[in-house]
């Protein structure tokens, strides 16, 4: 079991860029596949970013592709979101979650894969 906490979300204007951290605690993160998605009220979860348990492979939105970019620190047990180039769209709360998957080489996509999810921090792309 793990336990996740997202961090680094605020107000940003379009064109701008933050930083999404999730710290994990609990069990051995680098057997986690991590993942995250926002969810604005009204709308559906929707998948943004995923990275296998060691980080070789990486997965995008298309609507994210080329703006955001996931890593990981499995040292530091965290994810990161870098998120560059920001819209008003963007708005939303982003939640992490973890999929146990200690074979690595896979990430997920859909959110019904996932086990473990944090709280969320507010993101606000707006002038």
């Known amino acids: 079991q793990v336990h996740l906490v997202e961090s680094g979300g605020g107000l940003a204007q379009p064109g701008g860029s933050l930083r999404l951290s999730c710290t994990a605690s609990g069990d051995t993160f680098s057997d986690y596949a991590m993942g995250w998605f926002r969810q604005s009220p009204g709308k559906e979860r929707q998948f943004v970013a995923a990275?296998?348990?060691?980080?070789?492979?990486?997965g995008y939105d298309d609507s994210v592709t080329g703006r955001f970019t996931i890593s990981r620190d499995n040292a530091k047990n965290t994810v990161i979101l870098q998120m560059n180039t920001l819209k008003p769209e963007d708005t939303a709360d982003y939640l992490c979650a973890a999929n146990w998957s200690p074979y690595g080489g896979t990430y997920y996509t859909m959110s019904g894969a996932y086990n473990y999810w944090g709280q969320g921090t507010q993101v606000t792309v707006s002038s």
């Open positions: 990275i296998s348990s060691e980080g070789e492979v990486t």
